[in-house]
């Protein structure tokens, strides 16, 4: 549910599928970019093709399980995860578990290893640890997941996993990111701090984990901090409208405190900034930044 790494379009799936409209391939890939979209009917519908023409597709069937899951259909889901399992997907095994329909014999008994381990002793003396193994993209895609299902508790403990078993691995790295911003929607300021500074460490060219301390600092009501990261965002990405946006919410903020204490022209300044930034977010497009000028009476 990844973005190509060549960056092709629906408009390149559309022609592959066009010159190969036989190839289960053409339908699972076009299907997973509609995935990356946010579009889940339209993936859905492909990867539907992808298992008519190749019913014993395990990835057809588990991109298509999460394309439900992700939709709020989890009967489906569940049926998919389920095929995607039979067919020796353990990513669908974790899926499954991880939705409580699961355990660890059952799971054992899909991978074909359960000799010598008798279902009336498994739960008394079984070592669970071993059954299945577990990549740390496979915890990424469950944190990703229920993040998008907005279960943050659920989605901090599987980047927790992710970067606990691969912290080095492309997946580990990123979970910092995303479970700084779990973290973030549970409210934890301090540990959203902690993990977008580890992110910066990480990658100091990465404009996510600015963005996510510079959140956080908000919230502890750390403008001025706050006002430093988003600056930064905006000098690492100047295209992307959320730095202004948030930079400018900071400076309003910021200028509302200054008026609370009779500090008239620092509060000038701050909410004159505000409005420069709104202006830029507005000119990008933004809704909100548009719909704020207007009701201050400004244009952009």
């Avoid at 992700?70 to 974790?94: I, K, M, W």
């Avoid at 965002?233 to 509302?256: K, Q």
């Avoid at 500090?263 to 909100?288: E, N, P, Q, T, V």
Wanted: proline share 2%; aromatic share 12%; glycine share 8%.
């Amino acid at each position: 549910m990844y973005k190509s790494p060549h960056d092709k379009t629906i408009a390149d799936y559309n022609k592959a599928v066009e010159s190969a409209p036989d190839d289960p391939a053409s339908y699972l890939n076009r299907g997973i970019q509609y995935l990356s979209e946010g579009k889940n009917d339209q993936a859905t519908v492909d990867f539907t093709k992808a298992i008519e023409i190749d019913p014993q597709s395990a990835e057809a069937y588990f991109n298509r399980g999460v394309g439900n899951e992700l939709a709020g259909r989890h009967e489906s889901a569940f049926a998919d995860y389920a095929a995607a399992a039979r067919l020796g997907d353990h990513r669908a095994q974790v899926a499954l578990h991880d939705m409580g329909y699961l355990n660890s014999t059952e799971i054992d008994t899909l991978n074909n290893s359960s000799a010598g381990m008798e279902s009336s002793d498994s739960g008394e003396n079984g070592n669970n640890s071993h059954v299945f193994p577990c990549t740390s993209e496979d915890y990424f895609l469950r944190g990703f997941v229920n993040g998008s299902n907005r279960d943050f508790v659920a989605a901090v403990d599987a980047f927790t996993k992710c970067i606990d078993s691969e912290p080095n691995s492309t997946f580990g790295r990123a979970s910092y990111n995303y479970r700084a911003l779990a973290y973030l929607q549970l409210g934890d300021f301090d540990r959203a701090i902690h993990d977008a500074n580890k992110a910066i460490e990480l990658d100091q060219k990465d404009h996510n984990g600015y963005y996510y301390r510079g959140i956080a600092h908000r919230g502890k009501e750390e403008y001025d901090k706050a006002i430093v990261d988003f600056t930064q965002v905006i000098a690492l990405c100047p295209g992307y409208t959320l730095g202004y946006f948030s930079r400018g919410l900071t400076h309003y903020a910021r200028g509302a405190n200054y008026h609370v204490f009779g500090l008239s022209d620092l509060a000038k300044k701050d909410y004159d900034m505000a409005i420069s930034d709104y202006k830029i977010a507005a000119r990008h497009g933004m809704s909100y930044a548009r719909q704020f000028l207007r009701e201050k009476g400004h244009q952009w």
